[in-house]
């Protein structure tokens, strides 16, 4: 077992963590294959849970929040001082760009992203298909909260 850093809100409008989940190695006896296991909502290559990915594409894109408040909502780190614009964040653009190739999010079947589209408008797409995921019982919550729990079940 193998422990990984993620980081996000626990849930929906709560501060931003980072946590340690554990990773379960198995080895094949016939071929030697390395397998590893994690917890649902945690996907390769990612700093972040799909449910705290969503929550920022949701918020970025839907609720049109600026980007400095959506990384305060899912982010434990503050952007550098000093190093480039506050009211940018590499990673919400990186995000839409993966869902719109697949790489994230895949089980969503996401519609392809119309021409022209800015980045905003294609992650408040991204976020409104995540939220059609999300448990009947929680269609009372907002439609970022909807996206979160909507996340949680596409890793």
Known sequence: MRGRYVE???APGEEPSDVVVVARRYVCQA?????IVVPCGIVPWRRYTTAAIAWALALWGWAKQPVAEVRRQTSTTAAPAGFGDPGRWASLRRWVAAAVRGVLFAKARLPRP???????QIAE???????AHALPSLRHLSLPAQAFHGGEQMA
Do not use: D, E, K
């Open 8 to 10: 996000g809100p626990p």
């Open 31 to 35: 071929c030697g294959a390395v397998l």
């Open 114 to 120: 119309q021409a022209g589209g800015s980045a905003r």
């Open 125 to 131: 797409r991204v976020a409104m298909v995540l939220a």
